[in-house]
């Protein structure tokens, strides 16, 4: 079994050596810089702008601003392109913009021969805006008299969409019947959660050419094939004209999850005769100008029986979009429609979902689309609803999960496998949580511990809302090892190594024996939409399995051919066998040799396989947090924490088990200390850099604990489902809830922070 | 990117000097933790450096004076400080303190003298050498004068270095560590890689029977424009019991200082800071000393 085991990463002895190349190591040099003129405005327009002297200063090759772009608008995000107009993405958008929307707009830029010159060219363009007030929260943006952002949005609502699931026969009429019924424990409560970013280590990084009348963008993303359509729309050419090359990238987490600065690099590129230019973001641009976390704020309404359990809930959420649509309505509405799928509802639930168009730096994509918002506002009223009726928090949860064979009743996600209660129970185990719920119960002082959990779900892909398609290919070489090419991407995430080992085991030979193709070229590579969602396991993992397969078949029957013999073959190791007594009969060496040099029959084998997934699966976890609360001094100190996940089968256990660390540590930044702010008189982003915007560091975490119930999915390739984003989900809400142990206060803003900790002490009278 | 015009690179504290003379508008780099961060967001755009890196041998280490006194060369790097036998085993606080700077790739390159030289009241060694009372010795074209580090800071970034002037020494006399214990206590949002939200440095003094409070030092970082003492809280508790002192040195701190509101934490939360902090410095610094508290 190839599959299931710890094999070591494929790429890990090039990354540690630092021989890894990544799409800056492979830009020529000497090349054209460009750099970006940001406005220093959030909200208005650029009236005018001299590029006099920047066009004089020499080194400068162009200067070309919002007034030279193509006049049509382009849609980012990276989702599948949509055959229906009626569900493709919003195009709003220009590769520079005149209409300023975020502080830091892009409104000009400048190729020259290095990048000083660059950068002391932008500083002698001379900008006229007409500037209105930032509008940074929904209520501002929607405020009577303001000036929407975008013409096509008059009122700055991007969208609105209303939701109750069919109800069973009952005297209720609606959700909002039961959640008013006296005869239930009726709750209501406020959550909200902050703008973060991903911070992956390689800001994006992009370099153009124009070679044969078709352009080239070498670049750091996650989805390749998408940036290929993107730039062909942006930059108004086919899209076969466009070639874009993915090598290995640092990260992107969501980020790079949309088609970010691509097509304006391309398009500077024709704009200097096809030369190389290279666009480079700085840290503080990637803050201001890439992608984000949505901040959302909640509020909800459940109504629950004298038994515990659930009987109706309403989510009202609304998402803060920044100026620019990117994924826009698609991650509040996977946020609503996640907090309904944890629990089941016995009788109704109602979900309200808003995106409004504001002028902070426009979030988009980030691992847990959505759903680490919706958790934290769903698992902070589980505890909030279990103290205030006197449930057990623990057992709330786990009366109310959703059962097996659950299917949503609006999109019809099944739950085919669940793991939920034996995540449950073993992090109950491990946390020691009966000892510790009655150990911290009613403390005093200034120190004070405490226990709290939160639990998820989390579906697999994106079908049915969006396609879900993966090509792969096999190909043999000489020796009898084989080649895979895939469209999906390596990301950091461990990709290619679990492909490497999928193939594998379809077709039979060890994991070192499949050559992984990392790199993608859209001009070679078999076509997947790329490494967003937690699909590439799930959906590329059909698709590999297809293609191994098929070649599979395609080796036995030219053994057969070759063997002229009765009886079942097989491949074993590196041997086609016989299937019963598991005798060797020809190496897959001698097999590959006869076929690429046979004077009599010459074939090149290969396979491939295209394997589109009409299926989606939910995964499940948990986490449990143990913490320690200074008080006077509002800090937190997380001293033990486990998340527990059912993803099915592990490809890789000790990748999995990565995965969970990488995500848990994200989930503790979330909760206590990462939060983007802005300047409510100008709608700058003040702390767009690596110092005052508090990702926490090595020394600011806990020994992270990862614990698996491994269920077999059956509608997985492999029983595999989701991992790549859910550990990100849980932590906040359960060290949250930590806190309302310890404390009894509830703390119902991200993050926790030592400012906004003292002044909940305060209120509360522990201070 | 960094733009620089150019860099001169001194061969000795007299050729800085003169280098200086011939370019005033020249910066002086040394571990450079704080002049490129300032270049690279182009505050210093097109700048020109006189650089005193290589002024290992005349500018850096720590030495104990026959007298007894302490002087720490202004290129000593933090790590170096820390390490030092010297620091260690008379003025632990003091490594304690630059330890905690940033992370150790710039604790590696970045120097004590940098650190003053900077006038950030959030500087790592700043408390701790105000609560020593450190002499700074500084030299120009007129030769050398010493400054104590009570009258260096002129307010936010300004130090007291007239035109062509280098650090050339920070001096610890012996009267102001000797019989003394301290802490410092960096509160930041982070473990590492952060700036001080506040710094709390308290050295401190017992009696022989480690009971009372013979003498006791407080200083702050980001508690006002520039390093401070609180002189009022020192009166305060001077003569008292440990554990009276103790419980009444954070009220009497909030007297002193004038933290401000800003989008990095407000007033209130320093000025809580304030007052918890000072206690716990002053309770551990006793601890040390031998107090049980």
């Known amino acids: ?767 | 990117m960094y733009d620089i015009a150019s860099i001169y690179e001194a061969k000795s504290v007299d050729d800085a000097i003169r280098a200086l003379k011939e370019d005033p508008g020249a910066l002086i780099i040394a571990g450079g933790t704080d002049v490129l961060i300032k270049v690279r967001e182009g505050k210093l755009s097109g700048c020109r450096l006189v650089s005193i890196h290589g002024l290992i041998e005349e500018l850096s280490g720590v030495v104990l004076t026959p007298g007894g006194d302490i002087e720490i060369g202004p290129l000593t790097t933090f790590r170096q400080v820390a390490e030092d036998p010297v620091i260690r085993a008379r003025i632990p606080v003091l490594g304690q303190a630059v330890d905690q700077a940033g992370g150790p790739q710039l604790r590696a390159v970045g120097t004590i003298g940098g650190n003053v030289c900077n006038g950030i009241t959030s500087a790592d060694s700043a408390s701790t050498l105000m609560a020593l009372d450190a002499r700074l010795r500084v030299k120009g074209p007129r030769g050398e004068r010493e400054v104590p580090i009570s009258q260096w800071y002129k307010g936010v970034g300004r130090v007291d270095l007239a035109p062509y002037e280098l650090l050339v020494k920070l001096v610890i006399p012996r009267e102001n560590y000797e019989g003394y214990t301290g802490h410092y206590i960096k509160y930041a949002m982070r473990n590492a890689m952060d700036i001080a939200t506040l710094g709390v440095s308290c050295l401190v003094k017992l009696d022989e029977q480690r009971r009372i409070v013979d003498d006791v030092c407080l200083a702050f970082g980001v508690a006002g424009p520039v390093p401070m003492r609180s002189y009022g809280a020192e009166a305060a508790v001077r003569g008292l019991p440990v554990e009276q002192a103790v419980s009444a040195i954070g009220k009497a701190a909030l007297e002193d200082v004038n933290p401000r509101d800003s989008w990095r934490a407000s007033k209130a939360l320093r000025l809580q800071l304030v007052e918890e902090l000072s206690a716990r410095a002053l309770a551990e610094a006793a601890r040390k000393g031998g107090a049980a508290v």
Not at chain 1, 124 to 136: A, K, S
Request: aromatic share 8%; with cysteine.
């Open chain 1, 1 to 767: 079994m190839e599959v299931g085991k710890s094999v070591p990463r494929v790429d890990a002895f090039d990354k540690v050596t630092g021989r890894a190349r990544y799409a800056d190591d492979l830009c020529p040099r000497p090349v054209l810089e460009a750099k970006i003129l940001h406005s220093t405005i959030a909200n208005g327009w650029v009236k005018s702008m001299d590029i006099s002297r920047a066009q004089a200063l020499p080194g400068v090759v162009k200067v070309l601003t919002c007034f030279d772009v193509p006049a049509h608008q382009y849609p980012t995000p990276g989702h599948p392109w949509s055959v229906e107009e009626a569900h493709q993405d919003v195009s709003d958008r220009k590769l520079l913009n005149r209409r300023v929307r975020i502080y830091g707009d892009d409104i000009a830029a400048v190729v020259a021969q290095d990048a000083l010159t660059a950068q002391r060219a932008l500083e002698l363009i001379q900008v006229e805006y007409e500037t209105y007030p930032p509008l940074l929260t929904p209520e501002q943006a929607m405020a009577d008299g303001v000036k929407p952002l975008h013409e096509e949005f008059p009122g700055n609502v991007l969208k609105r969409h209303v939701s109750e699931i069919p109800m069973p026969e009952s005297d209720f009429k609606c959700a909002g019947d039961v959640l008013s019924f006296p005869g239930y424990h009726q709750f209501h409560g406020h959550y909200e959660t902050q703008q973060v970013q991903h911070c992956h280590l390689e800001n994006p990084v992009s370099w153009a050419y124009v070679e044969g009348g078709r352009i080239t963008v070498v670049t750091s993303t996650q989805i390749p094939h998408i940036v290929r359509r993107v730039v062909g729309q942006a930059l108004g050419i086919p899209w076969g004209s466009v070639r874009i090359l993915k090598p290995y990238i640092g990260g992107g987490f969501g980020n790079k999850q949309e088609v970010l600065y691509e097509p304006l690099n391309a398009w500077l590129c024709t704009q200097v005769g096809g030369r190389t230019v290279r666009l480079d973001l700085s840290r503080e641009e990637t803050f201001q100008n890439t992608r984000s976390r949505h901040p959302i704020s909640f509020d909800v309404r459940a109504a629950v029986d004298g038994d515990g359990f659930l009987m109706a809930r309403e989510c009202i959420a609304v998402s803060n979009q920044g100026g620019y649509a990117s994924h826009g309505h698609a991650i509040v509405s996977n946020a609503v429609t996640g907090f309904r799928q944890t629990y089941l509802d016995q009788l109704a639930h109602r979900s309200e979902a808003w995106t409004v168009y504001t002028n902070i730096a426009s979030p988009g994509a980030m691992r847990g689309y959505g759903i680490p918002q919706c958790n934290f506002a769903c698992e902070c009223m589980m505890d909030d609803i279990a103290l205030q009726f006197g449930l057990d928090p623990y057992q709330f949860r786990y009366q109310n999960l959703m059962p097996p064979g659950y299917v949503d009743p609006l999109n019809g996600i099944t739950c085919h496998s669940t793991g939920a209660r034996e995540c449950l129970e073993k992090g109950r185990e491990f946390i020691d949580w009966d000892r510790l719920r009655r150990e911290y119960q009613g403390q005093s002082g200034p120190v004070r511990r405490g226990v709290g959990m939160a639990v998820f779900s989390y579906k697999t892909g994106v079908w049915p809302i969006s396609l879900e398609t993966s090509s792969a290919r096999v190909v043999l070489n000489q020796d009898g090892t084989v080649q895979l090419q895939l469209g999906a991407t390596e990301i950091g995430q461990g990709g290619d190594t679990v492909f490497s080992q999928m193939a594998a085991q379809a077709i039979g030979i060890p994991t070192e024996d499949v050559h992984i193709v990392s790199t993608q070229d859209t001009d070679t590579a078999p076509f997947d939409t790329g490494a967003y969602a937690s699909r590439q396991t799930y959906v590329t993992g059909h698709a590999i399995k297809k293609a191994g397969l098929l070649f599979r078949e395609k080796v036995l029957a030219y053994a057969r051919e070759l063997l002229k013999r009765p009886g079942e073959l097989d491949i074993r190791g590196r041997e086609v066998v016989d299937a019963a007594s598991g005798e060797g009969l020809l190496t897959l060496a001698e097999l590959a040799s006869e076929a690429f040099y046979s004077l009599d029959h010459c074939v090149h084998i290969t396979a491939e396989a295209t394997s589109q997934c009409k299926e989606n699966t939910f995964s499940f976890g948990c986490c449990f947090a143990e913490i320690e609360v200074d008080i006077p001094v509002g800090k937190i100190k997380v001293l033990n924490i486990v998340n527990v996940h059912d993803s099915g089968r592990l490809i890789n256990p000790k990748l999995a088990e990565a995965q969970v660390h990488g995500g848990m540590s994200m989930g503790l930044g979330y909760a206590l200390s990462e939060e983007m702010k802005y300047d409510p008189k100008t709608g700058r982003l003040l702390n767009g850099n690596l110092l005052d915007y508090k990702l926490p560091t090595a020394l600011d975490h806990p020994e992270l604990h990862a614990l698996f119930v491994e269920t077999d999915d059956p509608s997985g390739p492999f029983g595999n489902k989701s991992l790549g984003e859910p550990p990100a989900i849980p932590v906040a809400a359960a060290v949250r809830n930590a806190l309302l142990h310890a404390t009894g206060v509830a703390v119902n803003t991200l993050p926790l922070s030592p400012q906004r900790l003292l002044e909940a002490f305060r209120k509360g009278g522990l201070l």
